[in-house]
């Protein structure tokens, strides 16, 4: 199994960047299909983006396609987002996956394991 921890949260101001890292330990996330969600106070947690096993497909919900990017690098056991044009509705716990593969990352329940989550905060 996989242990998940995430970093690189903070306070930016609207329209500034952060990029978020995922550090994996307890096996090789080449093994999994990774992936990022959020959850605001009071909201449903929901699907940010997903990227396959080796990294050359991805997956955004619409809500960030465009502003944000998964990578992953993979001899490093780390999965990144970078956050470009962030909004205040962007405004979450951002929360690292790993899973079976990148389709299915949209949907929590085929979700293996899980970080705490890093909070990002957008002010306007």
């Known amino acids: 199994q996989v242990q998940l921890e995430e970093s690189g949260g903070g306070l930016v101001q609207a329209g500034g960047s952060l990029r978020l890292s995922c550090a994996a330990s307890?096996?090789?996330?080449?093994?999994?299909?990774m992936g990022w969600f959020r959850q605001a106070p009071g909201k449903e947690r929901e699907f940010v983006a997903a990227?396959?096993?080796?990294?050359?497909?991805?997956n955004y919900a619409d809500s960030v396609k465009g502003r944000f990017t998964i990578s992953r690098v993979n001899t490093k056991n780390t999965v990144y987002l970078q956050m470009n044009s962030l909004k205040p509705e962007d405004t979450a716990v951002y929360l690292c996956?790993?899973?079976?593969?990148?389709?299915?990352?949209?949907?929590?329940?085929?979700?293996?394991?899980w970080g705490q989550g890093t909070q990002v905060s957008v002010s306007s």
């Open positions: 996956a790993a899973g079976l593969n990148w389709e299915y990352m949209v949907y929590e329940a085929y979700v293996q394991y």
């Open positions: 990227i396959s096993r080796s990294g050359p497909t991805t």
């Open positions: 307890g096996g090789p996330i080449s093994s999994y299909a």
